[in-house]
C-alpha cells in the first residue's frame, strides 16, 4: 500500500506562484513512475505533468514552460513548482503514483488551487 498526501494548494493572483508538495509513505519502494493531475469544477481529471522512474518527464501543452516536476528520492517527496498561474490553472490537483509491481495506481485527496484574475 501505499499513502499519498498533497499539499501547498491555495489561492493565488494570475501571475503568482505555488509549489505543490506530494509526500509519499507506504511501500514507496514498489512506485514507478509518478505525476500531477488537476480536475476543474465540472470537467474531467487532465494530466498535468509525468514524471518516470528514470527522471523523464512530460507536461502538458498549457503549462509548459511554467510548471516543474521534480521528484526526491531521498524524501519520498514529490513537487510541482508552478510559475505565471492563470485562472484555467484552477483546480484540485493530485498526485498518482503507480506501483512498478501491480501498477496499481495510488491517488492523493488533492490539494485546491485557485487563481484569480
Known amino acids: 500500500q501505499v499513502q499519498l498526501a498533497e499539499s501547498g494548494g491555495g489561492l493565488v493572483q494570475a501571475g503568482g506562484s505555488l509549489r505543490l508538495t506530494c509526500a509519499a509513505s507506504?511501500?514507496?519502494?514498489?512506485?514507478?513512475?509518478m505525476g500531477w493531475y488537476r480536475q476543474a469544477s465540472g470537467k474531467q481529471r487532465e494530466l498535468v505533468a509525468l514524471i518516470i522512474s528514470g527522471g523523464s518527464t512530460n507536461y502538458a501543452d498549457s503549462v509548459k514552460g511554467r510548471f516543474t516536476i521534480a521528484r526526491d528520492y531521498a524524501k519520498n517527496t514529490m513537487y510541482l513548482q508552478m510559475n505565471s498561474l492563470k485562472p484555467d490553472d484552477t483546480g484540485v490537483y493530485y498526485c498518482?503514483?503507480?506501483?512498478?509491481?501491480?501498477?496499481?495506481?495510488?491517488w492523493g485527496q488533492g490539494t485546491q488551487v485557485t487563481v484569480s484574475s
Open positions: 507506504g511501500s514507496i519502494f514498489t512506485i514507478r513512475n
Open positions: 498518482p503514483a503507480v506501483d512498478g509491481n501491480t501498477l496499481r495506481i495510488y
